[in-house]
């Protein structure tokens, strides 16, 4: 071609005007663009029938088609006027004139700019048009591979069902113990196969499959080899599936290990049992032994306020000299015995408890660390955090707080005689004090020491045949009646069960939920019971229970060997990690909170089991998910038992065998950077750091370039401020956790982790508001959830990925703190589910502000907390008044709401929202700590109406009618100290009302008496003014009352017998502080009364013993003093 053109330039040199070392070099370069064009128009029409051809709707290629073609045609159009005036000259042999000539030189002066522009056009359309050709390679994959992808699915259910299988008989057949990891590996493989392509699927919905640079590279890569990948995992998975079903059929293993079916009954979630059985004597035994009083007794810090006073009693059992006899009980037994059930009752017992100034229950296990338990023992005393890091400045923190104090130190779960460090600090303990040891072996117990007296072990075997048998009874639900053939197969099991109580609840607890009778002889007849056991070794009874569970909750509880025996978890730090690992499955539009709730309920069934216990303690937790529970030793055996291939631990002075097969590792050593070890395990998925003292990046680092193929990782409660910057090699990673952390920002590479689909931040409370996300963060479409640090929610609003995922849950904001004092902020708060806590209010000035929030968009909350923190006393009532009647006014929520709480308010409740029906769905209203002065209106839906230390509000007339709340059911009035008016007499019109409360309110004056609706089931009157003088007439015709207080009535003088006795369904009955009080009728009704308290009625006369049903009741109330008494009727 190059011939051609220096022909052209020969030609034109007269006229071209310029050198024709110049002309020729332009022309070249169009010459070369040319030639690109020639080459590029096959792959572009190409790329027009492909898209053409695709037979679905995709947008990208039907916007992107028609730019296609228009360059295809101006690339034609290009290249047709080339041969076309190359032939016309070739032809004419250069021997053009006149008009032709003027044409041609027209037509070069603009052929390079039509070339060029032709030449970009197409090579930019043609870039794009192949970017999604490669997502369509991607989008079509499942189908390409659809066969490899069915065949797994199809393969994956029936390998689950082997391993269920065959895993409870892997202690008995060596064959089938060494082939089972390689069966759980392959499933394993087929799983993370799924899985990767449902993650590849997020990845493109959330691009909306526009996609470039790092990532299209990314996905490029891994859609390289997946048939082949594919294809192995089949085959091994068919290959290992055929010869476990080989071994099982020649070891005659049933084929369902789980009979049950449907059959099961609902689990319920309520306590387990609460009833001891067969212990009383050892109970009574352990008391006597420890010297505390039949009667209690009062502790050391009672009885200098009773020396004081001049009431000192038991003056000799007071000395406040250092312990001269350290009291030493031990609890002896085999495991599953009850040794820490019996402790516990000795702990709780109220004469313990009220015999020591300190009691304190510590944990010991198999892991003896002194530092941990004198710092467990320094937090139980003073109720606050030990971050004491000095050996000796723990020991002598400790031995002050012991000091001249009665201490009960139970240390629960010895297994070494290292428990004896412990008595240094304890002799700084006042005389009394004691310590009760729990342990399997009585060897532990051999020490020496001047200042102790080991008292004589208390030993448990199993329980005696008939206590034992009332115990399974009550455990399997057979207690309430006879069951006939259930009794005999039920019978037959307990007789195997050795008398272990926890074989007995936890087994017991699996009969329970079962309906029909081949359940139980499914249990009965199970060949768990062929595994070869030692005299006392429950453990065939303990696998029985595991095995027979359901399958979803059998994973929930093997994951747990992650943890060491004895570790504390509470069922929230649970349900995350449940959550995590992909165990609580996720329907479409599911949020995080609803998949909580699931895992809570999963906790709170094996909970039921006895799969967890309660961590004895004496904090008291806001909800019972926070409440630290640890797992059974055995129960641990057995966990760690199904999951040794599979689940590491690496703790202090431990060393872990590192194996292919360990997918998660968990990490509890004091200082986890010493964890050069964990970089061999190349194949774990789920890291869990569970240290609080890490601190180090470079540790990190290392574990960002060697175990790659991590795809949960959680940091939670670590100290790490900072993501080392190859955190973007976890390019596998599903789930991140860093909550609760002191991180400040996240590095740029984070924004390479495409597969991400759950972050967690919350509480991330040191992240900079610049520059802790990277402007990349838009790149993570697969993100589905995000949990983000509160502080910054207002700084996310173009980070769209981040507010798309984020959710939020049970929160508590402060304006002052969250807000920047800005309540505006919290309209970036999209999606809050379920408990919303919003305090500070007092700093919103301005009825806009209010409205800005923009709390009438969160259609998810269903419990509204709205919190003043305005001080007791407000310099200008009035101003406060108006001020907080008016950003009430602009808080209206949204109509889905179901609680309505408000707290610290100082305005009138006149909002309009509240009484134009705007909240159909409220049922429950409480107003606390106010100084509300008027209540003018009420949502009509409530059910509950609670108004709580209102010290300034004075009637309830306006709005406490029946026709204004016709669904109330219940009424609770407490401490309003200057309320004076209610509208009593009508409250027979509540017609579903059936708990009345009212509490402390002396100043109220009722003209008329108290009429009430036969409904009720609770009434509650205490120091309640005039409404007194109602009783006894408004407890007539009150057929379904079961629980009545009178408390603090002085001017009640008697109840007749016939108001007494028309209370037929009464359960409860307390009577305190009514000084007047000389007669309850007849009292024969006390024989239906299951909780009788009477307290501080002086002149009451009464003929106690027995009711004619032969009942004991309690000794009478001392007419010389006010003691309370309880009568409680047993059988």
Request: hydrophobic content about 35%; glycine content about 4%; charged content about 25%.
């Amino acid at each position: 071609m190059e011939g051609f053109w220096n022909r052209v330039i020969e030609f034109l040199e007269p006229t071209i005007g310029q050198s024709p070392v110049n002309a020729l070099k332009n022309l070249l370069a169009v010459s070369e663009k040319i030639s690109w064009l020639q080459v590029k128009l096959p792959r572009a029409r190409l790329l027009i029938e492909r898209s053409e051809s695709q037979g679905f709707i995709y947008k990208p290629i039907d916007e992107l088609l028609p730019q296609l073609k228009e360059a295809v045609n101006k690339a034609e159009i290009v290249l047709a006027e080339f041969e076309s005036q190359k032939q016309r000259l070739e032809g004419s042999n250069w021997r053009i004139q006149g008009e032709l000539l003027k044409n041609f030189r027209n037509w070069i002066s603009d052929y390079p700019e039509n070339v060029t522009s032709a030449h970009c056009m197409l090579d930019h359309v043609c870039n794009e048009m192949e970017k999604i050709c490669v997502m369509l390679d991607i989008l079509k994959y499942p189908n390409q591979f659809n066969i490899h992808i069915s065949r797994l699915c199809a393969t994956l259910p029936r390998a689950k069902l082997l391993i269920e299988r065959s895993e409870c008989w892997r202690l008995k057949h060596k064959s089938i113990d060494e082939l089972l990891p390689q069966l759980k590996e392959a499933v394993y493989k087929a799983d993370i196969e799924k899985d990767d392509i449902e993650s590849i699927k997020r990845i493109l919905e959330g691009a909306e499959y526009r996609v470039e640079g790092e990532l299209l590279n990314y996905l490029r890569n891994w859609i390289t080899g997946v048939p082949d990948k594919a294809k192995i995992t089949q085959d091994t998975l068919d290959y290992v599936c055929n010869e476990m079903e080989k071994l099982c059929q020649n070891h005659k293993i049933p084929e369902n290990p789980n009979q049950f079916g449907n059959n099961a009954r609902p689990i319920t979630r309520s306590s387990h049992h609460a009833e001891i059985y067969g212990r009383d004597k050892e109970l009574n035994d352990a008391i006597h032994l420890l010297k505390v009083p039949r009667s209690g007794s009062c502790s050391t810090k009672q009885a200098k306020k009773e020396k004081n006073s001049g009431l000192d009693i038991h003056k000799s059992s007071r000395s406040m000299e250092k312990n001269r006899s350290l009291l030493i009980l031990p609890i002896v037994g085999m495991g599953g015995m009850g040794k820490t059930t019996l402790a516990q009752m000795i702990y709780k017992d109220k004469r313990v408890q009220s015999y020591f100034d300190l009691p304190i229950w510590i944990c010991v296990s198999d892991k003896f660390d002194l530092e941990r338990l004198m710092k467990e023992i320094i937090e139980c005393a003073s109720g606050n955090k030990c971050n004491l890091s000095n050996f000796n400045k723990i020991e002598e923190t400790l031995e002050e707080m012991l000091k001249s104090k009665r201490v009960l130190l139970v240390l629960d779960d010895i297994w070494s005689k290292e428990w004896q460090k412990l008595l240094g600090p304890m002799n700084e303990s006042s005389k009394g004090s004691a310590i009760i040891l729990t342990t399997r072996s009585p060897e532990h117990l051999q020490c020496t020491g001047v200042n102790m007296t080991i008292l004589k072990s208390i030993s448990l075997e199993g329980l005696e045949e008939n206590i034992y048998w009332n115990f399974f009874r009550s455990c399997a639900g057979l207690a309430a009646k006879n069951y006939g053939q259930l009794e005999d197969i039920a019978k037959e099991i307990c007789h195997r069960l050795k008398g272990s109580p926890l074989a007995a609840k936890t087994l017991g607890g699996l009969l329970k939920n079962r309906i029909t009778e081949q359940d139980w002889i499914a249990i009965r007849d199970s060949k768990m019971w062929e595994l070869k056991q030692g005299e006392h070794d429950i453990t065939p009874v303990l696998q029985l229970s595991y095995q027979h569970l359901p399958s979803h909750l059998k994973k929930c509880f093997s994951f747990c060997s992650l943890y060491p025996k004895d570790h504390e978890l509470s069922a929230i730090e649970l349900a995350k990690l449940w959550i995590m690992e992909g165990f609580i499955p996720k329907k479409e539009n599911d949020s995080l909170k609803h998949m909580e709730d699931v895992a809570l309920g999963y906790f709170q069934d094996l909970k039921n089991g006895c799969f967890f216990l309660n961590k004895t303690s004496n904090k008291n937790y806001e909800h019972w998910k926070y409440e630290k529970h640890v797992i059974h030793d055995l129960m641990h055996d057995v966990c760690q038992s199904i999951t040794t291939e599979e689940c590491c631990c690496l703790q202090d002075g431990e060393i872990c065998l590192t194996k292919d097969t360990i997918h998660h590792l968990s990490v509890l050593k004091k200082n986890p950077e010493n964890t050069r070890e964990m970089l061999t395990f190349k194949n774990v998925h789920s890291l869990l750091v569970a240290s609080p003292n890490y601190y180090g990046i470079n540790t990190m680092k290392s574990w960002c370039h060697r175990l790659t193929s991590i795809r949960r990782l959680s940091l939670t409660k670590s100290k790490i401020k900072g993501l080392p910057e190859n955190i973007g090699n976890l390019k596998y990673l599903q789930y991140l956790d860093i909550s609760n952390t002191p991180i400040e920002k996240l590095p740029d590479s984070f924004c390479t982790l495409y597969n991400l689909q759950h972050l967690d931040m919350w509480s991330c409370d040191k992240f900079l508001e610049s520059p802790g996300f990277p402007n990349g963060s838009n790149k993570l479409t697969g993100l589905q959830f995000f949990r983000p640090p509160l502080h910054l929610v207002h700084c996310l609003t173009d980070k769209r990925n981040l507010v798309r995922a984020m959710q939020l849950y049970d929160l508590e904001y402060d304006v002052v703190k969250h807000g920047g004092n800005k309540i505006e902020n919290l309209k970036h708060l999209t999606g809050v589910r379920g408990y919303f806590y919003i305090k500070s209010l007092c700093t919103v000035l301005r009825k806009e502000a209010a409205e800005e929030a923009e709390l009438n968009k969160q259609e998810f909350v269903d419990t509204l907390h709205l919190c003043w923190d305005t001080e007791w006393e407000l310099p200008n009532r009035d101003v406060e008044n108006e001020i907080h009647r008016e950003v009430l006014e602009g808080l209206r929520p949204h109509p889905n709401l179901r609680v309505l709480e408000i707290f610290k308010y100082a305005g009138s409740l006149a909002a309009n929202w509240m009484g134009d029906n705007l909240l159909s769905n409220l049922r429950r209203f409480s107003l606390s700590m106010s100084w509300c002065c008027s209540i003018s209106q009420l949502p009509r839906s409530i059910t509950e109406l609670v108004i709580d230390r209102c010290k300034m509000l004075t009637s309830l007339n306006d709005c406490l009618r029946p026709n204004l709340l016709p669904e109330l059911k219940c009424i609770n009035i407490r401490w309003c100290y200057h309320l004076k008016s209610l509208p009593v007499e009508s409250f027979s019109g509540f017609e579903s009302l059936e708990k009345l409360y009212i509490k402390d309110c002396r100043e109220l004056t009722c003209p008329a008496k108290m009429v009430l609706p036969p409904s009720i089931k609770v009434l509650e009157l205490d120091a309640c003014g005039e409404l007194e003088n109602s009783i006894p007439s408004c407890l007539e015709n009150l057929p379904f009352l079961e629980e009545l207080s009178i408390l603090r009535c002085p001017s009640i003088v008697s109840i007749p017998d016939e108001v007494m006795r028309n209370l037929k369904s009464l359960k409860s009955l307390s009577v305190q502080h009514c000084p007047n009080l000389i007669s309850l009728g007849d009292e024969g009704f006390l024989k239906s009364i299951k909780v009788f308290t009477i307290w501080c009625c002086p002149k009451r006369k009464i003929t106690w013993g027995r009711n004619p049903d032969g009942r004991q009741l309690s000794e009478a109330p001392s007419s010389s003093n006010a003691r309370k008494r309880k009568a409680r009727a047993r059988k």
